[in-house]
Each structure stands twice: as structure tokens, then as C-alpha cells.
């Protein structure tokens, strides 16, 4: 890389003193804990075990960045802030970024990263999915008593003619419909999907294969199907009761619904007249729309505030009393969200701008890919610290985006911290135990 000399920069004085700036530092970096993200990745072995699906019918003689290096490269950027293939072209020279893909020469340009994500197809999300399951059975040592599948629907805005994208009346703009299924914390899919479709499409199959993958593996574990009311129908539930899973799922509020709690509704409104206190009552209701194959336990809340009434209905086939089936098991689904926003504003997973399709689903996936590295480490290895139930930008903010001057010889390559970073200790925590000895 050409090194420019440039005169210095005068600022204000401090204390009668010169303060002046220039560009001769040597090699420093922004990113300094990008090397923890190289040895998270090497003990989950994630980019090895996907770049192994890769076909690569590139002529070999003129190959300079294997496929490995080049998914590396995108999902570590993803990582530490960098959402735009433009950003590599300056981010490709940066010493420690070389440094985590055990390189010590420039990195790909944008150009061959964009024919990277463009040669992606079908077959290869389909392995990039398999390994993303196979790294959330490996997380658990013991098998699980219980898992709870989280699923729902988010919309990704886009922007241009992009093979797919639709006009969505709910959401009021052109959009893709990506489906999500987490467990906890822990993404098991990211699934693209246009935006024309039911929200609930795809579901059915999706949760049909986790079952099956996850009892070849587990043969007792009981399973908990979670969802708003977009996933209400009738032959998903029907599915769960032949298969023993459990479901729990939203149902919207509608006038029959209304007139078979209407004496508990009516209760709530009472006690809230006489005690000027918020009321919250439950019951159940055997309760079957007209779609539907036989009746279902639908749990009724009748909650009445200042604010007025505000019914909410939830249909299951488990059971239990009212109250804690919907607040304790039925609300948690709500931190779900959550961890769809950390994707999408945290890395960038709504940045499906290429015009074809599958490299869309493949950009959602490099997202869905460093959303697992960085929720391993805080999973794995920031329990019982102050970043223990952080968000990922978080982890960015005070674990990756560090300065640090690089030293490079024949012999080793030195990080140089600063002095006064304010996470040390939480930092040489994290990296003793990334990388001991």
C-alpha cells in the first residue's frame, strides 16, 4: 500500500503547547479485537464447516482468495461494523483484519467479494442452515429436557428492482418477508422469502425438519413450537397435536372470541371501577374457527385499565394454569424481537440490495453467521461479566473497536493496546480463555 506524506494539522494549542496531528503512526488499526473473533471462530470450527459446502470452479491458477478466506473476510467485517462491500477496498490493507484471516498481504477487493456472494445459490444456503443446527446441538453437552422454538416474520425494506420484492400493505412499503426460528439466544434459521406471502408459509416444513433433526439426536426431548398470531392456522396445529409437539401461539382478536369472554371481560371492567387498579383476569375457552378441524383451549386475557379494555387470546395445547402459560411462557417470545433487531441494525442483515435472489438469501445468512460468532462469545464467555446479557453492538463497541498499533517481524505480530482502554480486564478475561496459554 502507498504511504502518503502529508504535512501536519494544527490544532487550538493545549496549555500554551502545540497539538498537532499527522498520518506517520505505522500500522494502526480500529479494530484491535478482531483477533477474538478469529479464535471464537476457531473454536466453534463455523466458517470451516460452511466453506466446506463451497464449490469452488474457479480456474485455480488465477485464484488469489480462497472461498474460505473470502467468507471470512465478510462475516468478521459484518462483526466489527463494516455493512457495505465498498468498505473493503480500504478495509482489505488493514494490518490486524489481515491478521484474523491469517494473511499478511492485502485482502479481496469489493469486486471479488461481490462475485463471492453472487455465485452463492440455493444448495449452499441449504448447507449454510444444516450448519448452523449442527452448531446449536453441539452447543449443549447434556441433552435438553425442553426446547422452545421461536418463530416470526420481520420485514426487510428494499429499495431497488430486486428479483422478489413486493408491495406489503401491512408493512406500507416494498419489502422481503424473512422467516426467523430462534431457541433462546441461538438463531437456528434465517429464511428469505418474498414478501407476497402468507406469513406464515414455509413455517409448517421448516418446523417439520427441526423436529425430526432434533429427535434423531435427542428422542426425549419435548418440543415447544412459540408464535404470534400470524402463525395461527389451523393445520400447523393440527401437525404438532400427531407429532406431540407443544404450540403456543397468538390468536387474533376477533368479535365471537369477544362474546364467549364477554362475563370476564365484564368482570375486569368492574373490579377496575372499584379499585381504580389495573385488572388482569384469565380463563380458558374451548374455542374453533370456522376453518378450523375440531376445537382448541384458547387462553383468554381480560385486562382493563385507564386506558380501557384490551383483550389478548392465545391458543395452546398445553397444560397448566392460564396466567403462567401467557406470562411466563407466552410473553418471553417478545425478546425474540429483540434478537431480530440486533440483526438487522446490528449487522446489517437487512442489506439485501443485489438484484438476484439467492446472493440476497446469502447476505441474510453472512448476517445470520457472525450473529452466531459474537452470541457464542457472550453466551460462552461474558456470563457473569457486566456485558452478560449485552447486545452485539455493545460487544462491538467495547470488545472489537479498539485501537492498537501492529508490529509486524519474521518472528511474531504484536497488538499494542492502549494504556487506558477502558475494558482490560474484561478484555484479558475473554481472551484468556479464547486462546489459553
Known amino acids: 500500500m502507498t504511504k502518503c506524506t502529508t504535512l501536519p494539522i494544527d490544532f487550538t494549542t493545549c496549555k500554551r503547547r502545540l497539538v498537532q496531528a499527522d498520518f506517520s503512526g505505522g500500522d494502526i488499526t480500529s479494530d484491535g479485537g478482531a483477533v ?10 463455523l466458517t470451516a464447516s460452511i466453506a466446506q459446502h463451497f464449490s469452488d470452479n474457479r480456474r485455480k491458477k488465477q485464484v488469489r482468495h480462497d472461498y474460505l478466506s473470502l467468507l471470512r473476510q465478510r462475516v468478521y467485517a459484518m462483526c466489527l461494523g463494516y455493512e457495505d462491500l465498498n468498505d473493503h477496498d480500504t478495509l482489505r490493507n488493514d494490518p490486524l483484519i489481515q491478521t484474523a484471516l491469517g494473511k499478511d498481504q492485502p485482502l479481496a477487493s469489493s469486486p471479488t467479494l ?48 430486486q428479483v422478489g420484492r413486493f408491495f406489503h400493505g401491512y408493512y406500507d412499503h416494498y419489502c422481503f418477508l424473512p422467516l426467523y426460528v430462534f431457541c433462546g439466544d441461538q438463531l437456528l434459521v434465517s429464511y428469505l422469502r418474498p414478501s407476497k406471502v402468507d406469513g406464515a408459509k414455509h413455517a409448517w416444513a421448516i418446523l417439520s425438519l427441526l423436529v425430526k433433526r432434533f429427535r434423531e439426536v435427542w428422542p426425549d426431548v419435548r418440543i415447544i413450537f412459540r408464535a404470534d398470531s400470524g402463525f395461527c392456522r389451523w393445520r400447523m396445529m393440527s401437525w404438532c397435536e400427531r407429532h406431540e409437539v ?21 368482570l375486569a371492567a368492574t373490579n377496575f371501577t372499584q379499585s ?19 376445537k382448541r383451549r384458547v387462553i383468554v386475557k381480560a385486562e382493563h385499565s385507564r386506558r380501557g379494555c384490551n383483550p389478548r387470546y392465545v391458543v395452546t ?42 446472493p440476497n438469501q446469502f447476505r441474510l445468512l453472512l448476517s445470520s453467521i457472525a450473529y452466531v460468532l459474537l452470541e457464542s462469545i457472550r453466551r460462552l464467555y461474558l456470563s457473569g461479566t457486566e456485558l452478560a446479557r449485552c447486545q452485539v453492538e455493545t460487544i462491538r463497541l467495547k470488545l472489537l473497536k479498539i485501537g492498537a498499533v501492529i508490529i509486524r517481524n519474521t518472528r511474531r505480530i504484536r497488538v499494542l493496546l492502549s494504556e487506558s482502554y477502558p475494558y482490560q480486564r474484561l478484555f484479558a ?8 496459554g
Not at 39 to 44: A, P, T, W
Open 36 to 45: 477474538l473473533l478469529r479464535e471464537m471462530d476457531s473454536r466453534l470450527g
Open 317 to 358: 395445547n398445553l397444560e397448566g394454569d392460564e396466567q403462567e402459560l401467557y406470562d411466563k411462557l407466552y410473553c418471553a417470545r417478545g425478546d425474540m424481537e429483540n434478537r431480530i433487531k440486533e440483526q438487522q441494525l446490528g449487522l446489517f442483515a437487512d442489506r439485501t440490495s443485489c438484484h438476484k435472489w439467492w
Open 114 to 161: 461481490c462475485r463471492f456472494e453472487n455465485h452463492m445459490g440455493r444448495q449452499e444456503a441449504l448447507s449454510i442452515h444444516k450448519v448452523l443446527i449442527d452448531q446449536f446441538i453441539a452447543s449443549y453437552s447434556t441433552p435438553p429436557e425442553k426446547l422452545i422454538l421461536d418463530f416470526d416474520a420481520t420485514d426487510d425494506a428494499v429499495h431497488g428492482r
Open 246 to 266: 407443544g404450540y403456543i401461539i397468538g390468536h387474533a382478536k376477533n368479535s365471537r372470541l369477544n362474546r364467549m369472554s364477554a362475563d370476564l371481560h365484564g
Open 276 to 294: 381504580g387498579k389495573k385488572q388482569r383476569l384469565f380463563c380458558s375457552i374451548s374455542y374453533a374457527a370456522s376453518t378450523w378441524d375440531r
Open 429 to 436: 478475561h475473554l481472551a484468556t480463555q479464547l486462546a489459553p
